[in-house]
């Protein structure tokens, strides 16, 4: 949590309802004081019991306004998008912000078919008034091409697990815009 993370979603598709709110009441505590938020993949369930700060919602998931309904307005709602009207419709819906790619190839993001590419992120990024964070093949090298296409951050996988330092990391995504 100090190393300047805003978000981190807690994204364990396969561990039980039990672990999982274990998990993440371990990791609200940790943020407890710091600035980062704690989202919880898909489990509203999981969120509201951990007291976590916002649920991410899939394609599959139960639509935001539905959620909406059960939380209060400090509670974030994310949606995962992979098109221009997918974003709509989720914005539309009251999702707080929009994780929107592929943007690039990445193997864990194959199934949702060919990257968007930057011409799209700029599309969706300039037609949705909520955030958009960019996903999908993300490297220190295309942060700032993203945020010049008008996301407002990046999101990643790989791009964490695979750092020797996620503080290190944090420190140079956020030297490159002073």
Known sequence: MQAGVDLIQLREK???G????ALASAAVGIARGTNTRI???DRLDVAMAAEADGVHLGGQSVAPEIVRRHVGNDFLIGVSC???EEALKAEASGADYILFGPVFDTPSKRQYGPPVGLN???EVANRVKVPVLALGGITVERVRPCIEAGATGIAGIRLFQECS???DLVSELRAQFP
């Open 82 to 84: 992979h098109s221009m």
């Open 165 to 167: 330092s996620v503080e």
């Open 14 to 16: 396969d561990m039980s």
């Open 120 to 122: 799209k992120l700029s």
């Open 39 to 41: 989202i919880i993949n």
């Open 18 to 21: 039990r672990d999982l709110a």
